[in-house]
C-alpha cells in the first residue's frame, strides 16, 4: 500500500488546480449520495467481510458508490491512482491518488444511524492534501485544504468555515473512538484506558463524523487504531485546514493508517501522545 502513496516524485499543486479539485469534489459527493441516500434505512441485504471479530458489513451502497466515484476519476483524470476500500488499488501513471471509503460506518449505516459519511481524498506523493467527508442524508459536506487555507461546512443553511476549539487541556477534553475492539490486545488495552480516564468525557460509536466534529469545534479527541488509509486520509486536511492535528501514536505521518489520535489543538494533543507513545 505504501507504494502508491509514498512517490519518489510528489506532485506541487498549484492553488489554482487545488481549486479546481475541490470543485470536482462536489461532483464525486454528488455521484456518490446518489448511489447512497436512496438506499439509507431500507431494508438492504449485506455481507460480513470478518475483517475484524466484529460484524464487519458491506452493501450494495458501499459498492455502488464506489464504483460511481471510481467512474468519474477516471473520467476526469485517467492517470491519476485510485485506492478504495471495495475494489482497492489502480496505480496511476501521476503521483496523484484518489483515496476513497464510499461509506465509512457501514455498521452505522445499517443500523440507521447518521455517523457514517463518504470520505474521499487526493494525496499528491508524500500526504493528502484535500479532504472531503460528506453526509449526504444530513445534506452536510466537510471539506479541507490546508494550502489555500480552505476549511468549510457545506449545508442547507449555507457554508460554515471550521475552527478547532481550545479545550485547555487533556483533562477538559472529549474522547470517542469508533469500536472498542480496537484495543482488546495489550499494549492497547491498558494505555488506552489509562487515556481513558485522563478526560473529561468518553465513549465509543461516531466514526468518520467524529472527526468532523473536532474540526467544527464541537469536539477534542479522536483515537483510533487498525485504521485503513482509505479511513482516515480524507479526515487530514479538513483537520489540520480547520487547525487541528492528526499524527501516529508515535507523532509520525497518519496517512497509511494504524493507530490514529487527531486533536483540536496541540496541548490535548501533545498530553494524549505522551500516553498513547508508550504503547506504540
Known amino acids: 500500500m505504501s507504494e502508491i502513496f509514498r512517490h519518489p516524485e510528489p506532485v506541487t499543486l498549484s492553488d489554482e488546480d487545488l481549486r479546481l479539485y475541490v470543485d ?26 470478518q475483517t475484524y471479530d466484529f460484524f464487519d458489513p458491506v452493501t450494495e451502497a458501499d459498492k455502488g458508490a464506489e464504483a460511481a466515484i471510481r ?8 492517470d491519476h491512482g ?36 463518504t470520505l474521499v481524498a487526493l494525496h499528491d506523493g508524500a500526504r493528502p492534501v484535500l479532504g472531503m467527508l460528506n453526509q449526504p442524508f444530513m445534506k452536510e459536506c466537510f471539506i479541507g485544504a490546508p494550502q489555500i487555507g480552505l476549511a468549510e461546512l457545506r449545508n442547507a443553511s449555507g457554508t460554515t468555515p471550521l475552527h478547532t ?13 469508533t469500536h472498542p475492539s480496537m484495543f482488546d490486545t495489550e499494549p492497547f488495552k491498558d494505555t488506552y484506558e489509562t487515556l481513558r480516564k485522563s478526560v473529561r468525557q468518553e465513549g465509543f460509536g461516531g466514526d468518520c463524523y467524529a472527526y468532523g466534529l473536532i474540526a467544527l469545534g464541537t469536539h477534542d479527541l479522536v483515537v483510533e487504531n487498525t485504521l485503513s488509509a482509505y479511513d482516515i486520509q480524507a479526515l487530514i486536511p479538513i483537520i489540520e485546514a480547520a487547525g487541528g492535528i492528526v499524527t501516529s501514536w508515535t507523532g509520525g505521518p497518519a496517512d497509511l493508517g494504524g493507530a490514529v489520535i487527531a486533536a483540536g489543538n496541540a496541548k490535548v494533543h501533545a498530553e494524549a501522545l505522551t ?6
Open 275 to 280: 500516553i498513547l507513545s508508550q504503547a506504540a
Open 71 to 78: 467512474k468519474l476519476i477516471n473520467e476526469h483524470y485517467p
Open 165 to 177: 476549539r481550545d479545550c485547555g487541556s487533556l483533562s477538559n477534553a472529549s474522547l470517542t473512538s
Open 24 to 49: 470536482f469534489m462536489d461532483v464525486l459527493a454528488e455521484a456518490s449520495a446518489a448511489v447512497i441516500n436512496p438506499l439509507f434505512r431500507t431494508n438492504l441485504a449485506m455481507e460480513n467481510k
Open 82 to 117: 485510485i485506492f478504495g476500500e471495495e475494489y482497492g488499488e489502480e496505480i496511476g501513471k501521476s503521483p496523484l491518488t484518489w483515496t476513497i471509503d464510499p461509506v465509512d460506518g457501514t455498521r452505522a449505516f445499517v443500523l440507521g444511524l447518521p455517523s457514517w459519511g
